[in-house]
């Protein structure tokens, strides 16, 4: 969690056998639209999750990224929410983060948790973001199975990380590259292979290396054929990826299954 980010919270819990399971349910899935839902996602967040927040830090995350909160109804009640944000991360990839996501208890065994999260995904690979970040209680089986299933992975634990003194693991999950990002791998690529043959001091076409002369082939020559052979590379490559949000969010949903 950067500084001054709050805590993210997850509820997925399997529902208490006490609370009576909400079946054939037709959810109807809505994105934040503006402040008409501030109200409605505070009060779900406020019952369901420990963790406290103002309304500002509220208003940071729906203000900013309100296209990365969706909410879930049965009919007009909404009993679902995911709250996140993107930004750019050490300032080389953009970087996703989810930092609420709840699910009221009657409505859990209903996949939503799931369908939620996977929609902000969505969003999230069309604006090209490369990697997701939370943070997920230790204690909580039901979460990390969630987010297990998904595709995330654990980062690493963080001790005490929560106000009541429990554990976090912090958990990742890597995205298909866009074909955008892959143009601009790319192009690092070839500017550090440019800049590597500069520092070692590759021969100019006056005075061509011995190796290249044996070969009847002048060094320059020899460069620029080695770049044209890595760029084919680099199109052969990305010729065989998805070049669309809605394949590479395809291209996920295959990885998950």
Not at 45 to 59: A, C, G, Q, W
Not at 82 to 102: F, I, N, P, S, T
Not at 115 to 144: F, P, R
Request: aromatic share 8%; proline share 4%; glycine share 6%.
């Amino acid at each position: 969690m950067a500084s001054g980010e709050p805590a993210s919270a997850t509820v997925v819990a399997p529902a208490p056998a006490a609370v009576a399971r909400k079946t054939n349910v037709k959810v109807r899935y809505q994105q934040y639209r503006d402040e008409r839902d501030l109200d409605t996602v505070m009060s779900l967040v406020d019952n369901e999750l420990s963790e406290p927040y103002s309304i500002f830090t509220y208003r940071y995350f729906l203000h900013n990224w309100p296209q990365l909160a969706f909410l879930a109804y049965d009919g007009d009640h909404c009993f679902g929410t995911v709250v996140c944000k993107m930004d750019v991360h050490r300032e080389q990839m953009l970087r996703g983060y989810l930092a609420m996501l709840v699910v009221e208890k009657p409505y859990r065994s209903l996949g939503t948790g799931t369908e939620l999260v996977k929609l902000t995904i969505g969003q999230m690979i069309k604006e090209q973001c490369e990697e997701v970040v939370l943070e997920a209680e230790v204690t909580n089986s039901g979460a990390l199975t969630l987010y297990q299933n998904l595709g995330f992975i654990r980062d690493k634990r963080l001790h005490r990380y929560y106000l009541n003194g429990v554990d976090a693991f912090r958990l990742k999950l890597l995205l298909p590259l866009t074909q955008k990002r892959q143009d601009e791998i790319a192009a690092e690529e070839l500017k550090q292979l440019s800049l590597s043959h500069g520092l070692h001091g590759t021969p100019s076409s006056s005075a061509p290396s011995a190796d290249a002369t044996k070969h009847g082939q002048p060094q320059n020559q020899q460069d620029q054929k080695e770049q044209h052979d890595l760029v084919r590379a680099g199109q052969t490559c990305q010729e065989s990826q998805p070049n669309t949000a809605h394949d590479l969010l395809q291209r996920y949903d295959a990885l998950r299954t």
